[in-house]
């Protein structure tokens, strides 16, 4: 075979080649811009038939410790109180007892560590967000104090107080 009939044959190859590429290019373009295109139906979503409860919301907007309590009768001649913490959106709220008092008429009154001791129960700890504590004070309260309200001295809480 002649060496322009090689050649002829050979840039026949080639544009064989590069027009199938091309081809084939243009054909996936082409299904390509139809996708984008063409519009798509989605499958209908109905709407729930019940309204979402307030379980499924996140936590208050509002971070709040809920402190409920209660006071019991105690023979150790002071003022007992039973406490339940709950937090609702704080990282942590710290369980010192020494930021905890009893205010009784005008007159406030600490926590005392040796009577809780030996008559209550407590633990410092952190309660964690959507975390609960319970437990037992006792405050220098004399046994003439029949009615006492719960504080707590640290302000950079929101505290709900909750009489039991």
Not at 3 to 22: C, D, Q, R
Not at 63 to 72: A, D, G
Not at 113 to 127: E, H, K, S
Request: with cysteine; charged share 5%.
């Amino acid at each position: 075979m002649k060496s322009s009939a090689k050649f002829a044959i050979g840039i026949l190859i080639v544009a064989i080649a590069v027009g199938s590429g091309a081809s084939v290019f243009l054909t996936n373009y082409n299904k390509n811009s139809n996708l984008a295109v063409q519009p798509t139906t989605s499958p209908q979503v109905s709407a729930p038939t019940q309204q979402p409860t307030a379980q499924a919301t996140a936590s208050p907007s509002v971070p709040t410790i809920t402190i409920s309590y209660n006071s019991l009768q105690t023979g150790c001649g002071h003022y007992m109180i039973e406490i339940f913490i709950t937090n609702q959106g704080y990282p942590n709220f710290n369980t010192d007892p020494t930021k905890f008092f009893v205010l009784a008429g005008s007159q406030k009154y600490v926590y005392s560590a040796a009577l809780t001791q030996q008559y209550g129960y407590w633990n410092t700890t952190n309660v964690s967000n959507q975390g609960e504590y319970d437990g037992t004070l006792i405050f220098n309260a004399p046994s003439t104090v029949t009615s006492a309200s719960l504080g707590y001295v640290d302000a950079s809480y929101n505290i709900v107080y909750k009489v039991r």
